[in-house]
């Protein structure tokens, strides 16, 4: 059985003009590696303010396996990490359940 450390592709990507919105150009110019979702090239992932926008939009994505889910959260997990973003949840299946405050 692997850990969910183990099934990350993710890698940071040195995008110099990773701030912000990124067009489609730059979305398409960007590494498999840069996605929470490598193989459908969705939710990348190159600061804080993308990992937590794919953390927030992770149960919006359609079209994926729970494979593809595994995989992804390995990913947020592990850019979360190198970000330094709190993360409490430690399976996908807890993210989209938080309680109103």
Do not use: C
């Amino acid at each position: 059985m692997t850990t969910p450390a183990e099934n990350s592709t993710w890698q940071p990507s040195h995008y110099p003009e990773g701030r912000g919105v990124l067009d489609a150009a730059q979305v398409n110019a960007l590494p498999e590696s840069a996605f929470a979702f490598p193989h459908s090239r969705k939710e990348p992932m190159i600061d804080p303010s993308h990992v937590r926008s794919a953390l927030a939009r992770f149960n919006q994505v359609t079209g994926v396996s729970d494979a593809d889910r595994d995989v992804a959260f390995a990913n947020i997990k592990k850019a979360a990490a190198y970000y330094h973003i709190d993360m409490h949840e430690t399976d996908w299946r807890q993210l989209g359940h938080r309680g109103k405050s």
